[in-house]
């Protein structure tokens, strides 16, 4: 008699963690660094007015009486290149920010990271923990009743980063050891921040940091953070802007979203600085559409971003690299009805995806003890599959050992789909198990270089599709890509 597919699946692998979680064992975060209100930048320009008036999109320049509801001047960009960016406070990894690694040590806690290095590790998880649940797009027009209810591509990525071992502590760092080098392919990036101060400075504070402000007399900024603790870790978020209006820490996120023909050809982004939104609703040119992307692409990994930082929502400005057309507040409960079905879910699944990445880091810094290590982690099929390798070797190819995540819900005292888990308001209990691959290395790295072709695929997407590969822009008419092993990754995410 053969063996089952589940049996000869053990024979490939040796149990190394596992246990049952119940429903109270998920609590909130902690805070251990509350951050002062009044140093937490807010809005200029009127655009307090997004947040108080709720429901739906604000035109910047209203389309039917061509009145500006906001100051012209916020319609048009400036250029990145006239801008002083040098001027601004650097990102600093986890890794080298000494406040907050002499904080974790404070804590108490083992593992730490940003929002930036643990969102795509998060995203892997929930991919796993709700078998990729369909998205709720009934709030759309019947333009969309048939459009695709999965998540992009981009959404499941493989995610790596490096944790770097410090005296009794990792932090994690991104690895963007894959990422692509054409500074055109990042011009969202750096977008995006000078449209943060864009909107939260005055004119004449904007001015500052421009280059052609030679004077060297521009606000000198500090960025600011919250601290949140769960378990043994501890992770650091930015905190964006704030309004006394909003409900709880009255903390939102910025997020600016380029249309939709710029993130799908963002090599050729230039060529798109004609192209407008022309309406609130519709399958092209509308804000409905962006709005579809940011659910399908973007929603999971604002949901999780907001949650680190206790923040409310997310004030998203719609553009296309050279102007402005308008801004929509999006708050978490709102997310949540998209995501996972109905309101007040995400904290549930949040906590949960919290919990078992702490799981994940324990066995992953078993591999190689005290050593810092690089991870890459990638959902396919039915676990969360973590490769581990020392970050530094004496010579020849470093070891890699290949760790496995499975997961089963439990409601009613029964097992239940993670699709249903997701949706329902009972309590949740969680079995899970962390496995190693005792195959061969030779059959190891060939799963691992599986996954780092899919992540260098984001970049060679786009020339792929103009030879003609079967990747559908559009996001219309296309089938599951997670049904695939072979699938062509197109990034639609966002900046």
Known sequence: ????????????????????????????????????????????????????????????????????????????????????????????????????????????????????????????????????????????????????RFFTPGQRIPASVILRYQNGIYTTDYDGERDSDDPEDIILLPLGTLLEKFLTLSKDEFGGFLKSNTSGQYPKLTDVHRYAKYGRFLMRSQLDCYDQALPGTGVFDLKTRAISAIRHDVHNYLNYINYNIESLTGREDSFEREYYDMIRSAFLEYSFQARIGNMDGVLVAYHNTARIFGFQYISLREMDRCLFGREGAGDRVFLRCVALMELFYEQITKCFPRRSVKVTFEKRSSVVRAWVEPLEVDGGEPPVVELQLSLRSIMHGRFMKGSYAIYANYPWTLQYRIQRNVEDQATILQNRNRAYNRQLSIANSLPATREGSAVDPEGFGASDPALSQSTVLVDEGTV
């Open 1 to 148: 008699m053969q063996p089952r597919s589940s049996e000869r699946q053990e024979e490939k692998t040796v149990v190394v963690s596992g246990g049952t979680l119940l429903d109270h064992f998920f609590q909130p975060l902690k805070d251990v660094q509350r951050a002062r209100s009044k140093r937490i930048p807010q809005l200029a320009h009127g655009l307090h007015k997004v947040l108080r008036r709720r429901g739906g999109v604000h035109w910047l320049r209203d389309p039917d009486t061509q009145k500006y509801n906001f100051p012209k001047y916020l319609e048009t960009i400036p250029r990145v290149e006239d801008f002083a960016f040098d001027r601004l406070p650097a990102f600093t990894p986890s890794s080298q920010d000494q406040g907050f690694v002499a904080s974790v040590r404070r804590a108490g806690c083992r593992f730490a990271g940003s929002t930036s290095s643990l969102t795509g590790i998060l995203t892997q998880i929930y991919l796993l923990l709700s078998q990729e649940k369909s998205l709720n797009i009934s709030d759309l027009s019947e333009d969309f009743d048939k459009a695709p």
